[in-house]
């Protein structure tokens, strides 16, 4: 809902300034990633092997630690915080949600640059 310079946007004004701000953010992080040749727009498929409800109840009786298992999820990033040397994340596909630890010092400097 619009009302003279005002966007309704999840039950907050956002003024139209603030609005052009957030498109130039975004605007700019798309050519950041254009330029290290990383378009998201150019990669419309993923290897897929499992979804969360699945690999949730596969590992429900490992606890805490690594597995050595590789899994290749897709859906959607709900949440991100990023904390120093270590980050998590909410990913969504179909089946439900299922949390993300990563670590620096296992994924390596790049990739973990990449993500955050």
């Known amino acids: 809902m619009e009302e003279k310079g005002h966007t309704q946007a999840q039950g ?3 003024s139209q300034k603030e ?3 957030l498109l130039q953010i ?9 330029a290290e040749g990383a378009d998201p727009f150019t990669r419309t498929s993923y290897p897929v092997t499992d979804h969360a409800a699945a690999i949730k109840e596969r590992f429900a009786d ?24 270590a980050s998590f994340a909410e ?3 179909g089946s439900g949600d299922i949390q993300i630890y990563l670590r620096r ?12």
């Open 12 to 14: 907050e004004a956002v």
């Open 19 to 21: 609005y052009s701000e």
């Open 26 to 34: 975004r605007r700019d992080k798309l050519a950041a990633l254009r």
């Open 62 to 85: 490992v606890g805490e630690g690594e597995t050595g298992k590789i899994v290749a999820v897709a859906g959607r990033l709900m949440s991100k915080r990023i904390m120093g040397k």
């Open 91 to 93: 990913l969504r596909d």
């Open 105 to 116: 010092e296992v994924v390596g400097e790049e990739p973990y640059a990449a993500y955050k």
